[in-house]
């Protein structure tokens, strides 16, 4: 399970809410959730702010190791809100990471296969790599 993918935030996340993000990560070990189930998680977040960032990011980052094109749709939501609730820190390092991840091609239809964090980032190193010329 992609631990890594549950942000670091400030207020302490609702224990039943918690639950619901685990299954999601644990079921999105072997097929992409789809729209539905991830409107079904941001419900889930109920109305705190906080919670909906942490699920949007998950949703996000979930969509992108499968390269499914409405992963940045989300990251960047999740991005708006993202500094009112964690360290500044956190944050930077957060839109490091994300400002390097949007520079893999996405596609309407996710791969068969999904790929790991590590990958992700080590593949869009190598692209900005052979976009720039400069290791990132």
Do not use: C
Not at 42 to 71: H, K
Not at 104 to 123: A, K, N, Y
């Amino acid at each position: 399970m992609d631990e890594e993918l549950i942000l670091p935030i400030k207020s302490k996340i609702d224990p039943q809410f918690e639950r619901q993000l685990r299954l999601f990560l644990q079921q999105a070990e072997s097929k992409m959730p789809n729209v539905s189930e991830a409107e079904l998680l941001r419900a889930a977040a109920g109305r705190r702010e906080d919670q909906r960032l942490v699920a949007e990011y998950v949703i996000g980052m979930l969509w992108l190791s499968w390269r499914f094109d409405r992963a940045n749709q989300m990251l960047d939501s999740a991005l708006a809100v993202a500094s009112a609730y964690m360290s500044s820190a956190d944050y930077l390092n957060l839109v490091q990471k994300v400002s390097l991840l949007k520079n893999l091609p996405l596609f309407s239809v996710p791969r068969h296969e999904r790929q790991t964090l590590t990958d992700l980032l080590q593949e869009a190193r190598l692209v900005v790599y052979l976009k720039t010329g400069r290791l990132s």
